[in-house]
Each structure stands twice: as structure tokens, then as C-alpha cells.
């Protein structure tokens, strides 16, 4: 291989790893957007009790701008001016007189077919819930008792719309009780990140119920079944996007890839960082970590610092003698602890402990992880074995020079994510 071949790929290499850090998020801003849709089969149709953030509802409804210069307001809101900026407010007046106009725009926007039949839905009942006092909405039972007791939403102080959720009860009449149906939306809010919408579809036919999760605001239809097996598939989809979209998750594993030498030392390393996410996402999930808000960022600065650290290691000459595989063994466990945490933090938020069949939800959003994690050491591998086929001064000019890129964006998340512990923690 040419020094000016060898030298473009580095450059592309590093170029590629700086450019995708940019869309680097924290795992706990990846999921805010929940939406929640049980479905209750009844003698002649479907029932979904839905939990809906309002701005799904109503972000695109606002108009054009009037007099003083704000827009014309969304159904069921006021507008008002707020520190020089558009705030918008839920309208108790205008929900009084139609309490249950929030669930016909819930409706239109949710498309129920069973058999390739559409039918239009009825609406039968609304709540609105101050996010954060809101019931819980994690089962049927939960869903049901939510809806029983209207809305908890207090008239003053007013409340802002993003801080509102909105429950909506609608029964589908079919004639019959489908086995097999579609769920999609037509809701297109155009709101910040709301790519990344989390929804949990949760199915109570004549068996368990069975959990589907999917992301985005559901413009492809998902098919909803009896088959247990296709709601597994759901989570250990979502395990696998979930590390192959956390940027820093990436740099770490490509770090423990590159410091490998030989398939052995690689077995050891991977294995330890499977061990130590398995362990604190469960634990994480379940809730036996702190609950101050420091500690989501505490979390974030950790994994940023594992990345700097797994990037030192790369480029150092560690031996390939079991007490120096043993010693990296314990330190890839160390930090796939940080890694398993911040799993925890999405799945947490999607997926509440009292959800049926938790278990199984969980198991296969962990295997999702590991079907990722395999697929980031067989692309990065490949290219380091290629590089060896050249002499040791190739392959090691490819490992320092991804080591340094990605110790250098782990560095500027260290500073950023850091900077965010620290005023949480003096708050």
C-alpha cells in the first residue's frame, strides 16, 4: 500500500468519526417523546387507551401571525409572549366547552386496520395530565384507572402545552375482534427530534400481552400479532439501533477493537464490556442507582471518560499473556458498568418496571446490544487485519489515528457533559 493511499484513509477514517460525533446526543434526550398505545380487545372491535404528549396533537395546527405579531392560536391553546419568545398555553375554556376535541385529533391521526378495513374510531373519553402528576399509564389496569378519574390538570396556574399529556380512550368497532391489525399515524407535529419518538404498543388479546416498540412517529404501519415472537423482534431491533445511534457507545467498542491484538485478546475485551452493561442495565432499569438528577450526567461524563481511556489503552503495547488479558478483562467490565447505565436510561424511559412481560422485553433489548456491538467489531476488525497485511507501521499509523480522534471528541463530550454534572450538582 502507497504512503498516500495509507494516508487518505486515515484521513477519511478520522474525518468520518469527527463528522458523525457531531449528531452525538445524551441518552436521556433520545426518548422524551413517549407515546403509549394499550390495545384492548373487546366482543366487536379494539379499544386503544393512548397516552399522547399535546404538542403531537396540536404543534401544527398554529396559524399565521396576526396582530402584535403572534401566530393565530392551535385548538385548545392561547398564545402569549414570554421573554421576547411564543409561548403557548392549554385553553381550559375552549377543552370545557369540546372535552373531547383533543381526542378527535387523536383520532384522525391514528389509523386502525384489521384485514385491510378501516374504520373510523369513536372517541370516549379524555383526560388531560400535568407531566410529572400524571397517573401511571404503564398497564391496562393503570390505563383504565387514569381515564376513570379525568383529568388532574388544574386551570391555574395555566399550563405550558409541553407540559401536558393527554389521555384518550377510543373504541374501534369491526364487527368482530381481530386477531391480526396495523397501527400507524398520521400526526406530524413537526417538532425538534421527533425522529426519534418512542412508542410502546402494548396488546391484550386472549393470552400474556405481548409488547411491540418501535421509533418514529409510525407513518409505516406496524403490524400487530399474536405472535410473541414479533414483539421480541421489536426490542432487540431497538437494542440494536440504540448502539449503533449512540455515537459514543461506537468510539468505545471500535477502542476496544483497535487494542486488540489477536482474536483472543478481542474475545476478552468484548466479553468484558457484555458482562458490565448486562449487569447495570438491569440494575438501572429496576431503579437501584441514585435518583438525583446529577446523576444522568455523572453517567454521561463516565462514558466519555471510558472512551478517553479505552483510546489510551489502544495505542499502548499490552501483552497478549492471560494476566494481561485478565487485567483488561476487569477494566472493560469497569466500563461497560458506565455503558450499561446509560442503556438503562432509554429503555427506562420507554419501558416502566410494571409493564407486562418486562423480563422478555428486557433480555431482548439487551440482546439488541450485542447483535450491535458484533456488528461494529466485524466492520472494524476487517480493516485492522487489512492494514496488517502491510507491516506493523501501517496498521499501528491506523490505530493511533483512530485512538486520537475519538479520544479527541470524547474529550470535548468530557468538557460539555461535565460542565452539566457539576451545575446539577451545585444547583
Known amino acids: 500500500m502507497s504512503d498516500r493511499l495509507r494516508n487518505t484513509l486515515l484521513v477519511s477514517v478520522t474525518a468520518f468519526l469527527i463528522v458523525s460525533a457531531v449528531a452525538s446526543q445524551a441518552h436521556f434526550l433520545l426518548n422524551l417523546n413517549v407515546r403509549i398505545f394499550h390495545v384492548e380487545h373487546t366482543n366487536d372491535g379494539l379499544r386503544i387507551f393512548m397516552r399522547v404528549p399535546m404538542p403531537y396533537l396540536v404543534a401544527d395546527k398554529t396559524g399565521e401571525p396576526i396582530e402584535g405579531g ?3 392560536a392551535a385548538p385548545f391553546t392561547t398564545n402569549a409572549f414570554e421573554d421576547g419568545r411564543v409561548v403557548h398555553f392549554v385553553d381550559p375554556a375552549e377543552i370545557a366547552v369540546d372535552p373531547l376535541g383533543l381526542g378527535q385529533i387523536a383520532e384522525t391521526g391514528t389509523v386502525l386496520m384489521a384485514r385491510e378495513t378501516h374504520v373510523p374510531g369513536n372517541v370516549e373519553y379524555v383526560a388531560l395530565h400535568r407531566v410529572g402528576e400524571e397517573p401511571g399509564f404503564a398497564t391496562l389496569n393503570e390505563a383504565k384507572h387514569a381515564v376513570s378519574q379525568g383529568s388532574t390538570l388544574k386551570d391555574n396556574p395555566l399550563a405550558y402545552v409541553g ?14 375482534a381481530p386477531s391480526a391489525y396495523t397501527l400507524s399515524s398520521l400526526l406530524n407535529p413537526g417538532l425538534p427530534d421527533q425522529d426519534m419518538t418512542a ?40 437494542g440494536v439501533r440504540h448502539i449503533l445511534e449512540g455515537i459514543d457507545h461506537v468510539l468505545f467498542v471500535v477502542c476496544l477493537v483497535i487494542g486488540a491484538h489477536g482474536l483472543h485478546a478481542l474475545l476478552w475485551r468484548v466479553t468484558g464490556f ?41 495505542v499502548l503495547e499490552v501483552g497478549s499473556d492471560i494476566d494481561s488479558n485478565r487485567k483488561v478483562f476487569v477494566i472493560t467490565v469497569l466500563m461497560g458498568l458506565l455503558h450499561g447505565l446509560g442503556f438503562s436510561f432509554v429503555l427506562h424511559e420507554i419501558l416502566q418496571v410494571t409493564s407486562p412481560n418486562i423480563w422478555q422485553s428486557l433480555l431482548a433489548f439487551n440482546v439488541g446490544v450485542e447483535v450491535g ?20 507501521t501501517p496498521e499501528m499509523s491506523l490505530r493511533v489515528s483512530i ?25
Not at 288 to 293: D, F, R, T
Not at 385 to 392: D, T, V, Y
Open 403 to 427: 485512538a486520537i480522534s475519538c479520544g479527541t471528541i470524547a474529550s470535548w463530550w468530557t468538557f460539555v457533559r461535565g460542565k452539566d454534572f457539576l451545575e446539577m450538582l451545585l444547583s
Open 163 to 176: 407540559d401536558v399529556v393527554v389521555d384518550t380512550v377510543i373504541n374501534y368497532n369491526f364487527g368482530h
Open 373 to 392: 456491538q458484533l456488528a461494529i467489531v466485524l466492520m472494524t476488525w476487517p480493516l485492522l487485519s487489512l492494514f496488517a497485511r502491510f507491516g506493523p
Open 199 to 238: 412508542n410502546l404498543i402494548l396488546d391484550y388479546g386472549v393470552s400474556d400481552p405481548l409488547v411491540f416498540r418501535t421509533r418514529g412517529l409510525m407513518k409505516d404501519p406496524i403490524e400487530v400479532s399474536r405472535s410473541r415472537m414479533a414483539g421480541i423482534v421489536t426490542f432487540v431491533w431497538e
Open 274 to 314: 457484555t458482562v458490565g452493561h448486562s449487569v447495570t442495565l438491569s440494575l438501572g432499569f429496576f431503579g437501584y442507582v441514585p435518583s438525583g438528577a446529577w446523576f444522568v450526567p455523572f453517567v454521561e461524563t463516565g462514558i466519555a471518560l471510558s472512551i478517553i481511556y479505552a483510546a489510551f489503552l489502544a
Open 70 to 72: 403572534l401566530p393565530s
